[in-house]
């Protein structure tokens, strides 16, 4: 089905037929359907959904979108949508909401929605606990299989997975996991205490989200309980978020990269004003700061009169510092991101730097020579200004694009920032320096 099919279906009004067609389709193929239409047939076409679709489809809608059916919709509609979210996501829609919407959504929500989402919104901000759902399925170490499956019927349908049960103390302390596989297959006489999993891993309430993503990446869980400073099990999260935050750092990080700042609205959601609140920041701070290469161009101007061909080569060895810069930084970024070196690993990265840099910047001065001199037709001793600045650069490239995104996080700074073009600015001043003075050295020019 395509938009232009839903809008033939709302002009002939046949809305029976078109509730009909939405039935027949998945929850997240509607929800994209949806997004790409006009905002009054959206509102319409949402209110055709049978209403125990509704909720779902709601759940996979971009925020700004959820924000313009929510408010648009009566109190009792919005109420229904409320109520049958998962209270991750309901919290997650309240913290993009204004004060006055929140309240009026909460103040008719049920009592067991208020108390969910108002206990998720008090956490901070990327933290496990604000990611979390509420809805899992526990049980008691003392319980026969027959009775935990008996227990997971009744609950199971409002929770969010029903593929690992918690098992719990009278404190409502963790202290294993059993799988509903593990159930399914052990006698039904069988107690809890000596099918479940003991070593249960968890994290906690205030862990950063994106370390909680590394761990389920490393274990290859499915779903992650979260627990509070006293091992308490106040919610889990599901893999299904964690692939909603993986592609959000994934944005955020290639955005600080671009010098950018990050952004959750959709591209073509956002006007020009929009993009230019974005981008102009940055913009002006690197055209300010790249006036520090002006400068030093401007310091060795008489140089440039005695060789001006040295003009030719400024662009080349620019360029090729910036690249050789970029991809260190990116190459560590990932590699802190994945939590495979640390700031202590400083000095081995350093030096594994320092040779790479020998190496590229070495096979990249020898093309370049023989271009110089059979292309370029340069004097041999330009030609070797040129090559050593290469080396030089690739190897000062090397080492600010791996100690500055290492040093960034060990300040507690995204190392994201210093990527390129705030890593290639620095590097354009460094390689020019170099540049003018192995030029000064060899060609034996004054300044």
């Known amino acids: 089905m395509t938009d232009q099919e839903i809008m033939s279906f709302i002009e002939e009004k046949r809305y029976n037929d078109l509730r009909a067609t939405l039935a027949e389709l998945n929850e997240a193929d509607v929800a994209a359907l949806l997004e790409d239409l006009p905002q009054k047939v959206q509102l319409k076409t949402f209110r055709l959904l049978p209403k125990d679709m509704a909720a779902d489809v709601f759940s996979f809608l971009p925020t700004d979108v959820e924000q313009d059916i929510i408010t648009s919709l009566t109190d009792s509609e919005a109420t229904a949508i409320i109520d049958n979210l998962m209270a991750d996501d309901a919290a997650d829609l309240m913290e993009e909401m204004p004060a006055s919407v929140v309240k009026r959504l909460l103040s008719h929500a049920s009592p067991d929605t208020r108390r969910d989402i108002n206990h998720l919104l008090k956490f901070p901000e990327d933290s496990a606990g604000s990611i979390m759902t509420v809805e899992f399925v526990d049980l008691r170490e003392n319980l026969t299989v027959e009775e935990a499956l008996s227990r997971i019927r009744k609950t199971g349908i409002d929770r969010e997975t029903i593929n690992n049960c918690y ?259 620095v590097i354009d001043a460094l390689t020019l320096s170099i540049y003018f003075q192995v030029a000064v050295h060899i060609l034996h020019i004054g300044l």
Do not use: H
Request: net charge negative.
């Open 167 to 425: 098992v719990l103390d009278s404190a409502r302390r963790l202290i294993g996991m059993v799988a509903l596989r593990t159930l399914i297959l052990s006698k039904s006489d069988a107690l809890i205490r000596d099918i479940m999993e003991e070593k249960v891993i968890s994290v906690e309430t205030l862990t950063d989200q994106e370390e909680v993503a590394r761990m389920i990446s490393k274990y290859d869980f499915s779903s992650i309980p979260v627990v509070d400073s006293e091992d308490r099990l106040v919610g889990i999260i599901t893999v299904d978020d964690i692939i909603d935050i993986i592609e959000e750092e994934a944005t955020e990080d290639i955005q600080k990269m671009a010098a950018i700042l990050p952004s959750d609205d959709p591209y073509d959601r956002m006007s020009p004003v929009d993009l230019w609140k974005k981008r102009i920041g940055w913009l002006l701070l690197l055209m300010v700061s790249a006036t520090f290469t002006g400068k030093i161009i401007t310091s060795y101007e008489s140089s440039l009169q005695a060789y001006i061909i040295l003009t030719a080569f400024i662009p080349q060895l620019m360029d090729t510092g910036g690249n050789c810069g970029s991809q260190t930084s990116t190459t560590i970024i990932r590699a802190l991101s994945l939590n495979e070196i640390n700031f202590p690993d400083l000095a081995k990265v350093i030096w594994k730097e320092f040779r790479t840099a020998i190496i590229c910047g070495g096979t990249l001065a020898a093309a370049n020579f023989v271009k110089l001199l059979l292309i370029d037709r340069a004097e041999p001793l330009v030609a070797l200004v040129v090559c050593i600045t290469m080396v030089c650069a690739v190897i000062c490239a090397n080492l600010a694009g791996c100690m500055l995104p290492m040093v960034a996080k060990r300040f507690g700074l995204d190392p994201a920032v210093m990527a390129s073009p705030m890593l290639t600015t």
